[in-house]
């Protein structure tokens, strides 16, 4: 079968194990993760794409795939849903000498060479499955073509105190990396890298086979393949971006990534610079009683509300019962909060039934915030208290 040639194929790592989030990937897989009342992490850069006009998307997926696979279908929700393109689900498969898992992110791409292989693409996008964010790939892709570069690399600035803990790009006054630093103790520049890259397919296909030989690399794109590309002297580039972009890959940057998106002014607006795409099941309106107190909350779709809710974010199909009091916290689709029940600073997975004068985390003062944490389809039994910081 001959398969039409595209300019750019997108291909999104989302095989991750997520660990430190915890019981919320247990049983699913981290971009399957509800964020924002009625979306999963996985929407975002999946708008993203056809919002920049890639059509085209392979979603290299590993861990606890069933839920994630089931969510993506045939791409309908997203427009992907082509004879030509479209998304495509790439689990690890058996290879006529080997079969393993993804062994890195390069490795990962390099298993998948034959799907790449089949659109003839000039520029490779790469992307991570935890980010939340909105971006126009298309300008970056330009802006890579403009530099006649072999990759390019989306950055932010960070503040100095912060830079050690990210990838740095050190770039000349044109653009162009001269030195990459994974996780420097003292950081020349503040240029972080998003782990978002777009690559030349031909130059990036000759790296990743070479990369597979070598028994002593990570088979990681921040490891091996983009400082063996800076040594061989290939022209990369830095491109940067200055919208919001949040990894969402611990408990606590969940939360808050959930926590900006309320207020007069968020920092981070859902319904700015481009529609998010889901696969949303049809609910009715929300349910307001007038015996209920909403202040700054974010209320999906098909929920029953009679409590008070404070600053928090309530997920499609949820309910919750006169007297229960729900504040600074995430709840997740399908959970069912009891009269009297209070929690604060939490996040209550999907499909949780909190029982009556159930108590789920604590106040915040001037020390850390403790997030509790609990796991998808539980029963939280009539009185139970579940202290702050708590994750079962």
Same mark, same amino acid.
């Given at each position: 079968?001959?398969?039409?040639?595209?300019?750019?194929?997108? =291909?999104?790592l989302?095989?991750?194990?997520?660990?430190?989030?915890?019981?919320?990937?247990?049983?699913?897989?981290?971009?399957?993760?509800?964020?924002?009342?009625?979306?999963?992490?996985?929407?975002?850069?999946?708008?993203?794409?056809?919002?920049?006009? +890639?059509?085209?998307?392979?979603?290299?997926?590993?861990?606890?795939?069933?839920?994630?696979?089931?969510? +993506?279908?045939?791409?309908?929700?997203?427009?992907?849903?082509?004879?030509?393109?479209?998304?495509?689900?790439?689990?690890?498969?058996?290879?006529?000498?080997?079969?393993?898992?993804?062994?890195?992110?390069?490795?990962? @791409?390099?298993?998948?060479?034959?799907?790449?292989?089949?659109?003839?693409?000039?520029?490779?996008l @790469?992307?991570?499955?935890?980010?939340?964010?909105?971006?126009?790939?298309?300008? =970056?892709?330009?802006?890579?073509?403009?530099c006649?570069?072999?990759c390019?690399?989306?950055?932010?600035?960070?503040?100095?105190?912060?830079?050690?803990?990210?990838?740095? =790009?050190n770039?000349?006054?044109d653009?162009?990396?001269?030195?990459?630093?994974?996780?420097?103790?003292?950081?020349?520049?503040?240029?972080?890298?998003?782990?978002?890259?777009?690559?030349?397919?031909?130059?990036?296909?000759?790296?990743?086979?070479?990369? *597979?030989? *070598?028994?002593?690399?990570?088979?990681?794109?921040?490891?091996?393949?983009?400082?063996?590309?800076?040594?061989?002297?290939?022209?990369?580039?830095?491109?940067?971006?200055?919208?919001?972009?949040? *990894?969402?890959?611990?408990?606590?940057?969940?939360?808050e990534?959930? =926590?900006?998106?309320?207020?007069q002014?968020?920092?981070?607006?859902?319904?700015?610079?481009?529609?998010?795409?889901?696969?949303?099941?049809?609910?009715?309106?929300?349910?307001?009683?007038?015996?209920?107190h @909403?202040?700054?909350?974010?209320?999906?779709?098909?929920?029953?509300?009679?409590?008070?809710?404070?600053?928090?974010?309530?997920?499609?199909?949820?309910?919750?019962?006169?007297?229960?009091? +729900?504040?600074?916290?995430?709840?997740?689709?399908?959970?069912?909060i009891?009269?009297?029940?209070?929690?604060?600073n939490? @996040?209550?997975?999907?499909?949780?039934?909190?029982?009556?004068?159930a108590?789920?985390?604590?106040?915040?003062?001037?020390?850390?915030?403790?997030?509790?944490?609990?796991?998808?389809?539980?029963?939280?039994?009539e009185?139970?208290?579940?202290?702050?910081?708590?994750?079962?």
């Amino acid at each position: 079968m001959k398969f039409e040639k595209k300019h750019c194929v997108a =291909m999104l790592l989302a095989g991750g194990q997520g660990s430190r989030l915890k019981v919320l990937t247990e049983n699913t897989a981290k971009p399957a993760v509800p964020f924002g009342g009625k979306y999963r992490i996985i929407d975002f850069p999946l708008s993203n794409c056809v919002n920049s006009g +890639i059509n085209t998307v392979g979603i290299l997926t590993q861990y606890q795939p069933l839920e994630l696979n089931e969510y +993506i279908g045939n791409g309908q929700p997203w427009g992907l849903n082509r004879s030509h393109g479209g998304v495509q689900v790439l689990p690890p498969y058996a290879r006529s000498k080997k079969s393993e898992w993804y062994k890195g992110t390069a490795n990962a @791409i390099c298993q998948n060479i034959p799907f790449i292989d089949r659109y003839r693409p000039e520029n490779v996008l @790469i992307l991570s499955g935890d980010h939340i964010y909105k971006m126009d790939y298309s300008k =970056m892709i330009r802006y890579h073509e403009q530099c006649g570069a072999d990759c390019t690399i989306a950055v932010r600035d960070v503040p100095l105190e912060e830079a050690s803990r990210f990838g740095i =790009m050190n770039t000349n006054a044109d653009g162009s990396i001269y030195e990459f630093e994974e996780k420097p103790a003292h950081p020349k520049s503040t240029n972080a890298s998003m782990g978002i890259y777009v690559f030349k397919w031909e130059v990036l296909r000759k790296f990743l086979l070479e990369d *597979d030989e *070598d028994p002593e690399s990570k088979n990681d794109f921040g490891k091996n393949i983009i400082p063996k590309m800076l040594d061989a002297g290939h022209r990369l580039f830095a491109y940067d971006f200055e919208g919001y972009w949040k *990894d969402v890959g611990t408990i606590s940057s969940l939360w808050e990534a959930n =926590m900006e998106l309320l207020g007069q002014e968020p920092a981070f607006d859902l319904h700015a610079n481009g529609r998010i795409y889901a696969r949303n099941y049809a609910m009715p309106s929300s349910f307001i009683s007038h015996e209920s107190h @909403i202040e700054d909350a974010l209320i999906a779709e098909g929920c029953e509300i009679f409590g008070i809710v404070r600053h928090s974010v309530i997920s499609t199909g949820c309910s919750i019962e006169a007297g229960a009091l +729900i504040e600074d916290s995430v709840i997740m689709p399908n959970v069912h909060i009891r009269a009297d029940a209070v929690i604060r600073n939490s @996040i209550i997975g999907e499909d949780v039934t909190v029982c009556r004068g159930a108590i789920i985390g604590g106040g915040h003062d001037d020390g850390e915030r403790e997030i509790s944490v609990i796991s998808k389809g539980s029963v939280i039994k009539e009185g139970t208290v579940v202290a702050p910081g708590v994750i079962r």
